[in-house]
């Protein structure tokens, strides 16, 4: 099999297990491994075993038993209809519910990934990926489907704006979590367009910190942030997958603190009381504290030394000095982040969340809060405090002399600078402008360089192992034993093993700080827009081009919304409106800035600027909500739709029997003569009520009406004798 | 009959259905009560008429087909199912299903009355009462169950505190909506306790403005107000309606433009172009501008002629003048009122909303509005304009000087009064007091007594009446022609037939209103909470005397929350959070309160205090919405329970199905001949492909597993060269 064919074709392989035994026991590990091929059995998948690289095998899985695959779909399904996400019920055979709706390729790959991992007591094979007893499972993916893959970069590479039928085509191979990050980026590019335009306009007749362009730019925001809620349902709906969000996975590494007998499904579960997680989250307090303390310390230490080395030092070495904040910043940064993540996530597991869902949005949070401090403070600092007080705080910066006094040549060098210091009023454009495009476009190549080089360096060094190896007449390389018609096809499987997984939340964070960038401080500098929406056009076809060449294919997860992003995106949108306003009020008519003097700006005024302009964008964001909720979308008349035919056929499944009931006015004077003779056996039978002789009275309703017209027309006459009488 | 039986049975009536003709022609009055008839009886509903009062007749109904009521049951029951009201789908067979689900009485009520007026497409019998054609149909009311309203009244005036159970009774007598009312009204009672006690406690050591009980004041708001949704969520669980208030029910009234092809149901239906709508919507503008400058206009008038004369003015007939400006708003006010209530209903009409419930919240929004206006502006201009400012507006009041000049004796009187004028500090605390206290009970009694003195006096004008017709020989009246044993239950039923309908909005408005000072203004006197809960108590057992005695029986709709009130209430808890900050920043520590100089207030002081408590109120309102959804409430638990059972029933249906699966482990080497067999004849067949290739390695788990076993040892083994090689 030649090599382009071995990129053709998966060979009908559902998943690859990737099992490593380097640091096991022969022995234990053969044991182990049979169980794993036994439990794979047992849930009727088919297995095949090759050679892995360096100490592993690799574990080829295929659906030979569609019973357990239909089992699985069934009870999904089932599942999906309780929690509401599909309208009907699905039908008792599962054949026949799987040829009315058949399965698209991410859902029968998930529904097999669910197969190996889900618990046995769920139907699945239990097998949990480096956890317990199945440590040496060290990856469980699907392989790449390089033919569809490549289409698609070449397809996107030519494509301005992809269209719903690319997310579509997403949504079908990679599933609907990663089809939701595509959908977003796209839908803000798209979006972009307006500020973009606008800005560029702005740029060049408005200039910055535009009152105008202040308030365009935070209602495109709102626009923005709104329109995307109501995509997501829309999404949802399109893609069949609205409500799966509240669907509670429960999670494997939930700790219970005992069981106890559930209140609804009468089975025994674990449970974990809400105070003790209550006092847990409790730590997230001093751990904010200490992330804000320790990224800002450093932060404001960096920005102070820059200040200070470049607009008041004047000595020696300033033009190597100027390099220490920086320096400290690409150094410490990284690590104190690295080691902040890493608190954050024990932090997470501590507080032991019950569902998927919940332990992802407490994670989310203490990641966004870091995130926002590491990408905004910076600029906070320069607008709020370097400028507004600069030629108060600045002059204290002299601490710094002391570190720096052995390389001044003279006194004279250190001192007579700051008397006639004053703030640099381009400072925050400047930093501005480095966020929105220079970190972007480092960030940007960082993600595709960064990975392509690691992965280069890394088959190196197993070539040169495998060269050592082989002359030191040691072991073969794991090819050796491979048949020759496999062989292409399992390098490429072994190359795609060694590969990384695809975190889709990495990208969707990158997004969020991007609009929060736009959001926040776009008004400083009005071009910020053009360069995102270069940016992103690019980073689209990159994450493209990184999920099929970089990652693993990842397994196809379902979601319907962006999870906790959403909440981040709201809460930047609205700290927008007080940025912006607070920016334009200090800066605006200022063509340098205020000059570091607080005096001039009035508190009462920046106080009622931003007071005002919150209560407005609030006020704003209801009407957008409003307005959104009241047009209408394909996906929400798609629902409506699903729910009407489900009426429908239930009414006209009864309809039949609806329609056999008599109508008493039909027959009236039989049912009158019946009923007469009825009254008069149930009188012969009991004593009369006064029930029955009220209602006696009067048999039929064209005897009603004829009592009736007695009582209007004596009642008319009346009125005309009375009438008579008053005249 | 005795007088105490007519009132003890209400002889199997269902619905009585008043029919006036006083203005109609006599035979189109007996032709359209044919028709009235007949409607009935076509939908299985029994008819007997009695004579009305002045040109009426009483139509009694009962249902005498089963087979109609079951059909409107059923259609009921879907129609809840599809909306996720019910967890489960009605059994198709309806006296199944109503075995299973026996009908409570408010349900029943409803369900009849739904029979009555829903349109015939719809199954019902189209009777629309004083509308169209039906014009003459003056009210279609159920007859009061005398029996249960005085146990009812007994019970309650001997209880301190309403158990569910009480509100249970309410919701299966009067239906939903109405036991909505008294459940918010009866948790607002339980939850004042604390403000109560907390309020006497400040009044007595803290004193007024004091910054503790603004705290604790705007927490318990914010509570009780998130407590109540959580509880509206768990009350329309325990009575089976939560969800209901988002089935559409249409307008009969809706007016539409065209129509068209609804693209879901694919029926003709009518349609009204959205931007129409929002064009006729923007009349707002200026109906909100009209009433609150007209209201406003009117109150800050008698405002300002109020603290001319008791402050500034002090010349003669002073104690006739006193009253004024009392005079002013009790005669122009209810007036202005009725007449921008008149004018907000038809602009709520114009604006022809297709849903009734949009059609009511449009309306409570600009009757809140015009609430806000009435019940909290003076109290504003007090706390606002009056004492701030008042040192520097007061002396433009001089503008009265004209009007009471020719009273005046000397010019002396008028002008020396000025100079030395200071604002009454004491003013804002009269005025909540008033408010609070005064304008409570005032209310309360006008609520009990005016409903009474006009039935009283309209019984009397009746009586006048029938005496002099007596007199003159004229007609006889109407109880003339009651056959003797139904004379007593007759009189009942007319007297019942002249009351008024009871609308529960207004006296939910009441409860809001009331809110609106807790929340708004009780940090100015410490005791509102105490003077409403004794207002409280009262109002609960009032309400329920007004409904038993001086209205007619109300028609049981159903409500899963007590509506836009909700968005009043977390309106008023959000703006409380504002004027209880800025009022103990004015106020505190000044044992009289601001000097009425303007320059003593810091702006940004003030400006600071209100941002700082707002957003200190958004967050908490936060962290309770998040604390209230952790917590688990008999109401949740049981929606759970009906949906896991409905999962349980379904996974059990297919179980047996799934059972039947062979186990792949079980008969392993059984298969693998069998498939061995199997494919050497496919292999016969047809061509060898990789894929059969690939998986033909390996028959079984138990040879993979081998295979591997034989990749272990060899690669272990190599290991344990390498190292003996190294060492």
Same mark, same amino acid.
């Given at each position: 099999m030649a090599k382009s064919q071995a990129l053709q074709s998966n060979l009908d392989v559902d998943y690859v297990i990737s099992y490593r035994f380097a640091?096991?026991?022969?022995?234990?590990?053969?044991?182990?491994? /049979?169980?794993?091929?036994?439990?794979?059995?047992?849930?009727?998948?088919?297995?095949?075993?090759?050679?892995?690289?360096?100490?592993?095998? $690799?574990?080829?899985?295929?659906?030979?038993?569609?019973?357990?695959?239909?089992?699985?779909?069934?009870?999904?399904?089932?599942?999906?209809?309780?929690?509401?996400?599909?309208?009907?019920?699905?039908?008792?055979?599962?054949? &026949?519910?799987?040829?009315? /709706?058949?399965?698209? &390729?991410?859902?029968?790959?998930?529904?097999?990934?669910? $197969?190996?991992?889900?618990?046995?007591?769920?139907?699945?094979?239990?097998?949990?990926?480096?956890?317990?007893?199945?440590?040496?499972?060290?990856?469980?993916?699907?392989?790449?489907?390089?033919?569809?893959?490549?289409?698609?970069?070449?397809?996107?590479?030519?494509?301005?704006?992809?269209t719903t039928e690319d997310l579509d085509d997403i949504r079908n191979r990679l599933g609907e979590k990663i089809a939701f990050y595509f959908a977003f980026t796209q839908s803000y590019f798209t979006f972009l367009v307006f500020p973009a335009a606008f800005g560029f306009a702005a740029w060049l007749f408005l200039g910055s910190f535009s009152p105008i362009y202040g308030i365009v730019s935070a209602v495109w925001c709102t626009v923005f942030t709104e329109y995307w809620k109501q995509q997501e349902v829309d999404l949802g709906i399109r893609w069949g997958v609205k409500g799966v969000s509240k669907i509670d996975i429960k999670r494997k590494e939930f700790q219970h603190e005992k069981t106890v007998t559930d209140p609804i499904t009468g089975e025994q579960v674990g449970f974990f009381s809400a105070s003790k997680r209550f006092q847990r989250q409790l730590l997230q307090i001093p751990f904010a504290l200490i992330a804000a303390l320790s990224l800002g310390a450093v932060i404001a230490t960096c920005f102070g030394i820059e200040v200070f080395i470049s607009e008041v030092y004047n000595g020696p070495l300033?033009?190597?000095?100027?390099?220490?904040?920086?320096?400290?910043?690409?150094?410490?940064?990284? =690590?104190?982040?690295?080691?902040?993540?890493?608190?954050?996530?024990?932090?997470? #597991?501590?507080?032991?969340?019950?569902?998927?869902?919940?332990?992802?949005?407490?994670?989310?949070?203490?990641?966004?809060? @870091?995130?926002? *401090? @590491?990408?905004?403070?910076?600029?906070?600092?320069?607008?709020?405090?370097? %400028?507004?007080?600069?030629? %108060?705080?600045?002059?204290?910066?002299? *601490?710094?002399?002391?570190?720096?006094?052995?390389?001044?040549?003279d006194e004279k060098q250190l001192h007579h600078t700051n008397s006639n210091w004053?703030?640099?009023?381009?400072?925050?454009?400047?930093?501005?402008?480095?966020?929105? %495009?220079?970190?972007?476009?480092?960030?940007?190549?960082?993600? $595709? =360089?960064?990975?392509?080089?690691?992965?280069?360096?890394?088959?190196k060094f197993k070539q040169i192992q495998s060269d050592r190896a082989a002359k030191n007449g040691g072991a073969p390389p794991a090819s050796a034993s491979d048949p020759p018609e496999d062989a292409a096809f399992l390098e490429r499987v072994r190359k795609e093993a060694e590969l990384d997984v695809y975190d889709v939340t990495t990208d969707?964070?990158?997004?969020?700080?991007?609009?929060?960038?736009?959001?926040?401080?776009?008004?400083?500098?009005?071009?910020?827009?053009?360069?995102?929406?270069?940016?992103?056009?690019?980073?689209?076809?990159?994450?493209?081009?990184?999920?099929?060449?970089?990652?693993?294919?990842?397994?196809?997860?379902?979601?319907?919304? *962006?999870?906790?992003?959403l909440d981040s995106l709201s809460f930047l949108t609205w700290l927008g409106s007080l940025t912006t306003s607070a920016l334009v009020y200090m800066f605006w008519n200022t063509s340098t800035g205020p000059d570091g003097n607080p005096s001039n700006i009035q508190l009462?005024?920046?106080?009622?600027?931003?007071?005002?302009?919150?209560?407005?964008?609030?006020?704003?964001?209801?009407?957008?909500?409003?307005?959104?909720?009241? *047009?209408?979308?394909?996906?929400?008349?798609?629902?409506?739709? #699903?729910?009407?035919?489900?009426?429908?056929?239930?009414?006209?499944?009864?309809?039949?029997?609806?329609?056999?009931?008599?109508?008493?006015?039909?027959?009236?004077?039989? =049912?009158?003569?019946?009923?007469l003779e009825e009254d008069a056996r149930l009188g012969s039978l009991h004593e009369t009520t006064p029930e029955t002789k009220f209602w006696g009275r009067q048999r039929g309703w064209r005897e009603t009406a004829s009592v009736a017209r007695g009582f209007i027309e004596r009642a008319q006459n009346e009125t005309t004798v009375e009438r008579k009488k008053e005249l």
């Open positions: 640091k096991t026991d022969k022995a234990k590990a053969v044991a182990q491994f /049979e169980k794993l091929c036994e439990a794979l059995a047992n849930v009727g998948l088919q297995t095949e075993v090759r050679n892995g690289d360096s100490h592993s095998v $690799l574990l080829f899985v295929r659906v030979a038993s569609d019973e357990h695959l239909f089992g699985e779909i069934y009870r999904s399904r089932v599942r999906d209809w309780i929690h509401g996400v599909r309208a009907a019920a699905p039908s008792k055979e599962t054949r &026949e519910s799987l040829e009315a /709706e058949p399965l698209y &390729e991410a859902e029968r790959l998930r529904i097999i990934y669910q $197969l190996i991992t889900n618990p046995r007591s769920e139907g699945g094979a239990g097998i949990t990926p480096k956890e317990g007893e199945w440590e040496g499972v060290e990856s469980v993916f699907a392989l790449h489907d390089h033919a569809y893959n490549k289409d698609w970069i070449k397809k996107w590479s030519s494509q301005w704006l992809l300033k033009s190597v000095l100027v390099f220490i904040p920086t320096g400290i910043l690409t150094t410490v940064n990284p =690590i104190l982040n690295t080691l902040l993540t890493q608190v954050a996530t024990r932090l997470t #597991d501590y507080e032991n969340y019950e569902t998927a869902a919940a332990h992802d949005t407490a994670l989310t949070q203490k990641i966004f809060v @870091m995130n926002f *401090i @590491m990408s905004y403070l910076g600029i906070f600092l320069t607008a709020f405090v370097y %400028v507004p007080f600069g030629n %108060v705080i600045v002059p204290y910066l002299d *601490i710094f002399n002391v570190a720096v006094r052995p390389f001044a040549e004053s703030i640099n009023p381009d400072r925050l454009r400047k930093q501005v402008i480095y966020f929105t %495009v220079t970190a972007q476009v480092v960030n940007l190549g960082m993600e $595709l =360089i960064v990975p392509y080089l690691k992965r280069r360096g890394f088959a969707l964070r990158e997004m969020v700080v991007q609009f929060g960038y736009l959001s926040l401080f776009s008004v400083v500098w009005p071009l910020t827009a053009v360069s995102f929406i270069i940016n992103d056009w690019i980073e689209l076809r990159a994450d493209a081009m990184k999920i099929c060449v970089e990652m693993q294919r990842p397994t196809p997860w379902r979601a319907d919304t *962006i999870g906790p992003w009462w005024a920046l106080l009622l600027t931003v007071f005002f302009s919150e209560h407005l964008f609030i006020l704003f964001r209801m009407a957008v909500r409003i307005v959104l909720s009241k *047009i209408d979308s394909p996906g929400l008349q798609k629902e409506r739709r #699903d729910r009407f035919l489900v009426r429908k056929q239930y009414f006209e499944e009864n309809l039949s029997a609806m329609e056999k009931i008599p109508k008493m006015s039909d027959g009236g004077g039989e =049912i009158t003569r019946k009923s």
